[in-house]
């Protein structure tokens, strides 16, 4: 979908205004799976856990954003995750993907700060993506 400035203009807006409303957190690494299955693979990633809430508060927020500026409601249940490659031929991927599912991943944890909206283009190559604008987290009260 090719957007128009000023709906990219709206979209930067609100994601910043979310943005505003969500302090800081952390994730942590854990877990590893596959998209659709490991029979099928497309997409490898890594499992995020986040116990405060915040990233399913800001998820809804902006999902909430987006529906009021046109576009279509995501059907799927939000499942957060790193995806850390794309397949072309899953037939012939079917041994990484298993692979990756076994492989044991040490649990890593990392704080969000920003929101960063991105344009992903897609080229025979491969996607390229380029940097829209970034949105930081509010910053910790202290109380």
């Not at 995501?74 to 397949?87: S, V, Y």
Request: glycine share 4%; hydrophobic share 40%.
């Amino acid at each position: 979908m090719i957007l128009k400035k000023n709906l990219i203009d709206e979209l930067e807006r609100k994601v910043g205004e979310n943005a505003e409303k969500i302090e800081r957190f952390s994730l942590k690494i854990s877990g590893s799976g596959v998209f659709p299955n490991a029979l099928n693979p497309r997409v490898l990633w890594l499992g995020v856990e986040e116990k405060s809430g915040r990233l399913f508060r800001l998820q809804n927020l902006i999902e909430k954003s987006c529906f009021e500026l046109g576009f279509e409601a995501e059907r799927r249940d939000f499942k957060p995750h790193l995806t850390i490659a794309r397949i072309r031929q899953p037939k012939e991927a079917r041994d990484l993907a298993r692979f990756h599912l076994q492989a044991n991943n040490e649990e890593k944890s990392f704080e969000v700060a920003e929101v960063v909206i991105y344009e992903s283009v897609l080229f025979p190559s491969g996607s390229v993506y380029k940097v829209i604008s970034k949105h930081p987290l509010a910053s910790f009260h202290s109380s």
